[in-house]
């Protein structure tokens, strides 16, 4: 079975540019996370989707940060413009129903320079 | 607001050194407590869930417990191959706020041969 498939695994981009990260959850899953990891924060939620519809966003750290799920098989999220101190890794995460095993990506490693 | 604390931040043991990881929580009303491993260049990979106390799960050389407040992680006769962080999260009881999981910063656990 496919596991959440993140697009794409590295991304380095200069201040100022936009960047966009994708994200194909689990199929039949109906929610779905986007987290940050950091050295010095860990693991942060942003956001969370349930049945396509955002539910929690209060992680969103600014409004340079958007997300966005158009369908069940699909997310983005966007940072414009982007700063260093955005560079992270940003992982999507789906789940089959509230309180379930939620199930990871391999994560999308963002350099901003 | 719902807070885990693991400790200790890392740990080496020696190949077959059996030790046990820590897992503090604050949380409204605890629906779940999970646990997860964190290779390098990865995402966190779920290994148990813990729903009340008193309860145990066990997998190959983990076995994770829960009480009211902590969860243990305890690892018998380790492998090098069981080097990796490992990830406390829990999630809460209530609906309304996220359903996503709150995590703490992990344990880096390093086994040497």
């Known amino acids: 079975d496919a596991g959440v498939i993140q697009s794409p695994r590295h991304e380095v981009t200069e201040m100022g540019q936009e960047v966009t990260l994708r994200c194909k959850p689990i199929s039949g899953h109906n929610s779905l996370f986007w987290y940050r990891q950091t050295m010095m924060r860990g693991l942060e939620l942003l956001i969370y989707?349930?049945?396509?519809?955002?539910?929690?966003d209060s992680g969103m750290p600014e409004d340079r940060f958007s997300a966005k799920m158009p369908n069940a098989s699909f997310s983005t999220l966007k940072i414009q413009p982007s700063e260093p101190r955005d560079s992270a890794v940003y992982f999507c995460a789906s789940t089959l129903q509230r309180g379930n095993t939620i199930y990871f990506g391999e994560g999308s490693w963002l350099t901003v320079v | 607001e719902d807070q885990v604390t693991q400790s200790p931040e890392a740990l080496r043991l020696q190949e077959g050194e059996s030790s046990s990881l820590n897992c503090s929580y604050t949380v409204s009303g605890l629906r779940g407590l999970f646990w997860y491993r964190q290779d390098p260049g990865k995402g966190p990979e779920f290994l148990f869930t813990l729903y009340s106390a008193g309860e145990e799960k066990e997998k190959e050389r983990l076995k994770a417990t829960l009480t009211k407040k902590e969860s243990f992680l305890h690892i018998t006769a380790p492998k090098p191959e069981d080097s990796a962080t490992y990830l406390c999260?829990?999630?809460?009881?209530?609906?309304?706020?996220?359903?996503?999981?709150?995590f703490g910063k992990g344990t880096h656990l390093i086994i040497q041969p």
């Open positions: 999260a829990v999630t809460p009881q209530s609906g309304g706020g996220a359903d996503g999981l709150t």
């Open positions: 989707f349930n049945n396509n519809v955002p539910i929690d």
